[in-house]
């Protein structure tokens, strides 16, 4: 590497240093109702019913796909 190359990048990274960073303004308010057990329960139950169960469903299955011919 050349003497001038740290010059260089110092040169090009330098303006990027001084970019303000926006900020989101976003607040948020308590919930209006509060979730009860089932609540709860039925969303945990239909996110594992949709991504978990397909998911492990390929993977028990995966020496079959390999077989096919």
Do not use: N
Not at 4 to 29: D, E, M, Y
Not at 35 to 44: F, H, K, Q, R, S
Not at 53 to 64: A, D, F, K, Q
């Amino acid at each position: 590497m050349s003497v001038l190359t740290p010059l260089l990048l110092r040169g090009l990274t330098g303006s990027a240093r001084r970019l303000p960073v926006l900020r989101a303004q976003v607040h948020s308010k308590p919930p209006r109702e509060k979730l009860g057990t089932m609540d709860v329960a039925i969303g945990l139950t239909s996110c594992f019913l949709c991504f978990l169960l397909p998911s492990g469903w390929v993977l028990s299955h995966l020496e079959t796909y390999k077989k096919r011919e």
